[in-house]
Every structure is written in C-alpha cells, then in structure tokens.
C-alpha cells in the first residue's frame, strides 16, 4: 500500500481541503473491520454516492455529445462506461490500486488486484471529491478518467458480439473461445483464454473470471484485425 497521498492527488490533478475525505475513501471494508478500536469508516456509502454521481454526469455526456444516438444506445454506451472492469481499469492508470487500504486477509489472498474492490474505490473517491469540491470538480475528474478514450472502452465492453458480426461478415470459419489457463487458489482464480477461427488462434486474454478472459481474448483480436485492415 503507498500511503504517499500527494502522489494520488497528483496523479488524480485535484488536492483535497477534506484528507479525512480521502481516507474514507481508501479504506475498504476489510481493512476497517480490522481497526474498529480506531473508529474508521469504509468506503461503502462513498462508493453509494459516487456511483449516482457517476451515472448522472456519464447520462448528461451522452445526451450532450451523442445527439444522434438513440436512448437504448445512450444506455448500452453508458453500461460500457461504468461496468466494473471499465472502472477497475481507470481506477489503474491512476495507480489507485496502489493507495486502497486493505485488511490483512484481503491483502494476502489478492484482494487489491479484485475488480470489484478496486472499482468500487474509484467510485468511491468520486464520491469525496464531490463533497469536497463540488459537482464541477467531480464532473472535471469523471470526464478526463472516466469518460475518456470511449471507442476503446465500448469496443471492449462489447467485444465478443463485434467480434462474431464481423467473422459473420468475412465467413473465413468458425468463431469460438478455450480457455487454455487456469491458476490461483479458488478465492482469487486467474484464466487464460484464447479466442479461435476454426483452428487458428486469433487472440488472447486473462481474466478473474472465464467471461473476462474471453471477452479480452475478443478485444485483442479485434485490435489485431484494425490493424490489418
């Protein structure tokens, strides 16, 4: 765990007035229950309030700057936007994984490479920077870490129904995923996966679950068909 909260804040180009706000919103759950002698507060309802803060700003992006999409695309977009993995993976280009507190068990069996608990913590600190900022600065912060490279985000989100329309299209073979890996201990199980034309590996992925890995696998192969193409 890096305790260097000058280093988030930097990375994250927003300083708290609140560093209790902050604090709140590292510590998870596990990690608080560990230190009740101490009083210290998890990050749940954070998360709670980040999570409405998050989809309000995201819907008003949408409605903004998609003015052609229709309302159950604007929600299919969104989903992508604001799933776990998503968040889990901007919640990692700002090295928050690297800040959450974390209880001794949850630390030992991989809880900070966990989607949930790192996506959970990045909702979370919206939540704080709303309360201490105000909804401009978390408008500011959601819209460079969140609503950021949004092709990349929804061609992932959706990448194995993209993948199968597309290998429709050409007709070259059969579409299909193996998983070829399989490691950890069953609370924090990793996969391997690879994404198959007929015979021909055509991409690979790792994953938490079998559907992550699959879904990466897909997305890679994707990006290995743009650019060929």
């Known amino acids: 765990m890096n305790s260097d909260y000058y280093q988030l804040e930097n990375n994250i180009r927003y300083t ?34 980040g999570d409405a803060v998050l989809e309000m700003i995201s819907s008003e992006f949408l409605y903004t700057h998609m003015e052609q999409m229709p309302e159950g695309d604007m929600t299919k977009l969104r989903a992508s936007l604001v799933c776990e993995p998503t968040l889990a993976q901007d919640a990692r280009q700002i090295g928050l994984d690297e800040f959450i507190y974390l209880g001794k068990g949850e ?3 991989g809880g900070r490479k966990r989607d949930s608990i790192v996506s959970d ?3 979370a600190l919206i939540g704080a920077i709303f309360l201490d900022g105000g909804i401009d600065k978390a408008k500011e912060f959601i819209l460079q870490f969140a609503l950021n490279d949004i ?5 992932f989100y959706d990448a194995k129904t993209i993948l199968q329309e597309r290998m429709n299209q050409v007709k070259l073979g059969t579409l299909s995923y193996e998983i070829v890996e399989e490691s950890g201990p069953d609370h924090n199980k990793s996969y391997g996966a ?5 015979e021909k590996i055509i991409g690979k992925g790792t994953g938490h679950t079998k559907k992550a890995a699959e879904q990466q ?13």
Do not use: P, Q
């Open 151 to 155: 092709e990349s985000k929804r061609l």
């Open 194 to 198: 690879v994404a198959k034309l007929d």
């Open 121 to 123: 913590a990045f909702e």
């Open 107 to 109: 630390e030992t069996t």
């Open 16 to 49: 708290f007035k609140n560093k209790d706000l902050l604090l709140n919103a590292l510590t998870h759950t596990s990690f608080a229950n560990e230190h009740k002698a101490k009083k210290m507060k998890d990050n749940e309802r954070l998360e709670f309030l």
């Open 217 to 229: 696998a897909a997305y890679h192969a994707l990006k290995a068909l743009e650019k060929r193409s």
